[in-house]
């Protein structure tokens, strides 16, 4: 099982199931999971809790959590016992990369498919013709979700190259592209430091909660990249848990003229070869003055 596969297997199991009002209310999920719900005090440091009793499930979810956050772990636990995987989360930060095991990934994969429908948000984003942090808070605000999770799913969507960069401990952890920036091989490369030039790194060096938007190169985001072009940056750090995530995206004509392999890797452009290599991804090019 990867990704894909989730994300499969998730539309598939919300595809029979009246969505008008999921973004309200989640009964929809918890029925078909045949699952019951309960909000309980659970102290801190624990979001839910899933025992399975003569046949039914009881998930149970702090009530001490924001209203978001327990959305989320509802469908996290619907996870569970959906994908049959069993759970191994404790004191695990959600939406942290470090140590987590890959079936806590894979329920968070299901959650999102859950918690933003991909029709409902296909629709949605598709009157925002440039992310913006207004933009992104907005996602926020009718999916009633998180931050980085809004960000996360609006990268796999963008129409446009762009990708979401979840940054921990001065390192990256982990990069979700969209379909053009994958097709035109854009590489982030995961466990190395926070790019110098970058404003994720910029704004992290000053050791406290912040939001910014600005222009960098974009070959300081992407292994083996031509130089002179740019793209925007749009970076939040959170220094409690020294977390740094970065929105970053560009125009498909601000994309270098390169080619792609059928594993996804660059071609070296050579003059002497382009008629054995078939088609260019992009045409178009701009660069920087
Ligand atoms: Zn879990």
Not at 4 to 9: A, H
Not at 187 to 195: L, R
Not at 224 to 246: M, P
Request: proline share 4%; aromatic share 8%.
């Amino acid at each position: 099982m990867d990704d894909q596969d989730v994300q499969r297997i998730a539309r598939d199991w919300i595809s029979d199931l009246d969505l008008s009002n999921i973004r309200n209310d989640l009964t929809a999920y918890i029925k078909k999971a045949n699952a019951r719900l309960h909000v309980d005090d659970l102290g801190s440091g624990q979001s839910g809790t899933t025992v399975t009793i003569k046949g039914k499930t009881h998930i149970t979810v702090n009530s001490g959590e924001p209203d978001e956050r327990q959305r989320f772990t509802i469908c996290h636990e619907i996870a569970h016992i959906v994908l049959g995987l069993p759970s191994r989360h404790e004191l695990v930060p959600q939406w942290g990369y470090v140590k987590r095991d890959q079936n806590e990934v894979f329920c968070d994969t299901f959650a999102a498919e859950l918690l933003m429908p991909w029709q409902q948000f296909q629709t949605v984003i598709r009157d925002i013709d440039e992310p913006s942090l207004a933009a992104i808070q907005q996602l926020t605000q009718e999916f009633k979700t998180s931050y980085p999770a809004a960000c996360s799913r609006f990268s796999q969507f963008a129409p446009f190259p762009c990708a979401f960069v979840t940054m921990e401990s001065g390192r990256i952890r982990y990069a979700a592209r969209s379909t053009t920036l994958r097709q035109i091989g854009a590489k982030i490369p995961s466990k190395s430091p926070i790019p110098d030039a970058s404003i994720a790194a910029r704004l992290r060096a000053m050791e406290k909660n912040g939001t910014e938007q600005d222009t960098v190169e974009q070959d300081i985001w992407f292994d083996d990249w031509e130089a002179g072009l740019d793209l925007t940056e749009l970076a939040r750090h959170y220094a409690k848990t020294d977390t740094t995530v970065s929105l970053i995206w560009f125009s498909e004509e601000e994309a270098p003229r390169v080619e792609v392999d059928r594993f996804g890797s660059r071609i070296i452009e050579d003059e002497g070869l382009s008629e054995l290599t078939g088609e260019l991804s992009f045409s178009k090019r701009s660069r920087r003055r």
